[in-house]
């Protein structure tokens, strides 16, 4: 399986400030994704990170709220910015596998805004 | 309707026994077909994978996959506690764009 590792595991901000989330895949992976999980809630989707180029964002979530940036094949960032306390929540980076198009999952970063 | 349904349970069973989890998808070109584990807390886990139609047995877990019907689901024999988590079914149009996950179905193995 592949690896992959996001930092912040957790982390409590101020509303009105910014976070980045850092996420490290190895070489396995083809293509990139960022996730939003609510309490209780399934996996939803915010964007594919494209190496080089701006992500591809899903309905509902805008590059000024959630800049993705993706230097190279192995490395991503999601920043959240201008927080409120709606954006508590899980965030987690996917890698997605050349063989067999098999997704894996970094250990999340836990969002509290206060 | 949803690209990807599932019961969201909680579907509970006794210690021992066979639990059925079950998944329906919308898109017939969907190609390959994934269930997760996500326990409290943690980040969701990948135990089967299955891209034809039939059965892809692995240990306790068995992956059932009827295309026709759109449908697959996940069978886990001799049901123990420590597999009480939420279980996603995802499914894959092309081999790495389009995943979609469906809602999770809670299970509660009860000792």
């Given amino acids: 399986s592949a690896v992959i590792s996001q930092k912040p595991s957790r982390d409590i901000c101020q509303r009105g400030t910014s976070l980045t989330i850092q996420c490290q895949v190895d070489s396995q992976v083809t293509m990139m994704f960022w996730y939003r999980q609510q309490p209780g809630q399934s996996l939803t989707l915010i964007a594919t990170a494209n190496q080089g180029s701006e992500a591809t964002y899903e309905s509902g979530f805008v590059i000024d709220k959630f800049p993705i940036s993706r230097p190279n094949l192995t490395f991503s960032t999601l920043t959240v910015s201008n927080m409120s306390p709606e954006d508590s929540s899980i965030y987690l980076c996917s890698g997605c596998s050349r063989s067999g198009g098999k997704a894996f999952f970094g250990q999340g970063t836990r969002l509290t805004v206060v | ?111």
């Fill in chain 2, 1 to 111: 309707q949803k690209e990807v349904e599932q019961n969201s349970g909680p579907l509970s069973v006794p210690e021992g026994a066979i639990a059925s989890l079950n998944c329906t998808y919308s898109d017939r070109v969907s190609q390959s077909f994934f269930w997760y584990r996500q326990y409290s807390g943690k980040s969701p886990e990948l135990i089967m994978s299955i891209y034809s139609n039939g059965d892809k047995e692995d240990g306790r877990f068995t992956a059932q996959l009827n295309k026709a019907s759109q449908y697959v689901s996940l069978l886990i024999r001799d049901s123990q506690p420590s597999d009480s988590a939420t279980y996603l079914c995802a499914v894959n149009k092309d081999y790495g764009q389009n995943f979609v996950f469906g809602p999770g179905t809670r299970l509660s193995v009860l000792p």
